[in-house]
């Protein structure tokens, strides 16, 4: 069975920087992509930006020159260095693979998720 596990979320004061790690594990065959959602309250589950294994990146236009998403291919992890956070960046942040191929076929798989809040 695949899991990606995050870590790095927390409490960050507007401008700060907070840095979100993901690590998929399980038998997997191959990762093509990685990548992180997020999602603040009332509102629907947007992508923030995702990484191939190429290394070719998306990003939202809120988050471009703030955050950098890097991939460790060898380790099947996908970092996202978040700086000068802004209140409307507090969410539920969600790491997310698609098409994994695995002993169980291909299929997508999404992290439990990790809260980013500001402490003002």
């Known amino acids: 069975q695949v899991q990606l596990v995050e870590s790095g979320g927390g409490f960050v004061q507007a401008g700060g920087s907070l840095r979100l790690s993901c690590a998929a594990s399980?038998?997997?065959?191959?990762?093509?992509?990685m990548g992180w959602y997020r999602q603040a309250p009332g509102k629907q589950r947007d992508l923030v930006a995702d990484i191939s294994r190429s290394g070719s990146t998306n990003y939202v236009d809120s988050v471009k020159g703030r955050f950098t998403i890097s991939i460790a291919n060898a380790k099947n992890t996908v970092n996202l260095p978040m700086n000068s956070l802004t209140p409307e960046d507090r969410a539920l942040y969600y790491c997310?693979?698609?098409?994994?191929?695995?002993?169980?076929?291909?299929?997508?798989?999404w992290g439990q998720g990790t809260q980013v809040t500001d402490s003002s």
């Open positions: 399980g038998r997997i065959a191959s990762i093509n992509t």
């Open positions: 997310q693979a698609p098409r994994v191929l695995s002993s169980n076929g291909y299929y997508d798989y």
